[in-house]
């Protein structure tokens, strides 16, 4: 699905060069939910914006659900983006003046798509968000938690194959968060691809894996057996062979891995 090799990110100036990322390499699988921290400073945001094609990357190779993305000009990297990818955002950025089915509406209006469809398409978020009562309602008229809600059910309506989430519950307070968070999670058992950046570990430990960054490279990657063996329905046995190999992968011992390759 996401599949980064050697990849860095330079910026330059006239008189120094500061690497952003540094041969970051990271893949994630469909259906997969990853946990990306990491101290301030430390590249996560660059990543996340490379990886939704906000921003160029300077070296390496960057592959998107089987799509070479080197070499794509603004035009074709604004159409895969489009397509392929939904965008959570810290501070919601819904449109204060359009009510919550038309903030919703935006990204298939740009898409083109006719009336008819565009309707059945935000009837059906809504409703999976739990939000179908608050259609007409404006952002100031909602909750913190319910415009993160709208956030989301807006990333969700293009059916994206990947979905990126930046401090999703960094705006909100402990409940809403945690409503936020298992909404998160019940995308994720329904075969959502997510990738969540969050400075809060206890958030991080409820994703499929975590991956560590400092310095602009991946140091420490975890995998929780427990959530793997849920998601999977697998006995302690098929938990084993299925995880036992990532375990060992993490810590350094098995063969032909490296912290820095996940």
Known sequence: MLDMKHLSKIYRTEVVETYALRDFTINVREGEFVAVT???GSGKTTFLTIAGLLEEFSGGEYWLDGVDTRGLNDRQRSRLRNEKIGFVFQSFNLI????VFDNIDVPLRYRGMPGAERKRR???VLERVGLTSRMRHYPSEMSGGQQQRVAIARALVGEPRLLLADEPTGNLDTHMARGVMEL??????????????THDPDLAARAQRQVHIIDGTIVELTADPRLVREERGEGEGGAAAATGGAGRGA???????????V
């Open 122 to 124: 935000i009837h059906a």
């Open 38 to 40: 990491g101290p301030s």
């Open 251 to 261: 810590q350094g011992g098995a063969p032909g891995t490296t912290p820095a390759k």
């Open 184 to 197: 998160l999670e019940e995308l994720h058992r329904g075969g959502a691809t997510i990738v969540m950046v």
């Open 96 to 99: 204060p003046d359009l009510n």
